[in-house]
């Protein structure tokens, strides 16, 4: 399994990003499917995650009513709408795929917010 992401970039405060981790690979069945972030000095940390069957969600208190995390159709692709971005979401991205025991990670994408 290969996970590419895409979608970061550098936005002024209050702006808006979507990222993209498509899946590759033969995914089928049940997963978990999200993204983590993790800022310089820091610890990487859950942002979201989405279940790729139900599509059942969940996220970090600090991003609540700012983010949206979805798949597409096929159920290989995850996507996270980030509004109302503050400086602190500065960090790099990074898109997680759970199957079972395994997890695979995708290269990670830089998200910067001005302030």
């Known amino acids: 399994v290969q996970l590419q992401a895409s979608g970061g970039g550098l936005v002024q405060a209050g702006g808006s990003l979507r990222l993209s981790c498509a899946a590759s690979?033969?995914?089928?069945?049940?997963?978990?499917m999200g993204w983590y972030r993790q800022a310089p000095g820091k610890q990487r940390e859950l942002v979201a995650i989405?279940?790729?069957?139900?599509?059942?969600?969940e996220y970090a208190d600090s991003v609540k009513g700012r983010f949206t995390i979805s798949r597409d159709n096929a159920k290989t692709t995850v996507y996270l709408q980030m509004n109302s971005l503050k400086p602190e979401g500065t960090a790099v991205y990074y898109c997680?795929?759970?199957?079972?025991?395994?997890?695979?990670w995708g290269q990670g994408t830089q998200v910067t917010v001005s302030s």
């Open positions: 690979g033969g995914i089928s069945g049940f997963a978990i």
């Open positions: 989405i279940t790729r069957l139900s599509g059942s969600t």
């Open positions: 997680n795929l759970e199957i079972g025991p395994r997890i695979y």
